[in-house]
């Protein structure tokens, strides 16, 4: 049985932090940056808020 990859508590590297802050002031949506990133949502949202990204919330 293969075993599954699991991306777990990676730190961020400079420019993927660089490419949401891009992304960010694209007004893309969470769930969009997040899958661009290969990251979790929840990853995003606690990156932006210490880096005070302002991710636009779609309605």
């Known amino acids: 049985m293969a075993e599954e990859f699991v991306r777990h508590r990676q730190p961020w590297k400079s420019d993927e932090v660089a490419k949401l802050r891009r992304l960010a ?8 940056i997040a899958k661009a990133l290969t990251r979790s949502e929840e990853s ?14 779609l309605r």
Do not use: Q
């Open 25 to 32: 002031e694209k007004g893309m949506a969470l769930k969009a």
């Open 44 to 57: 995003v949202k606690d990156r932006a808020k210490i880096d005070r990204i302002n991710i636009a919330k």
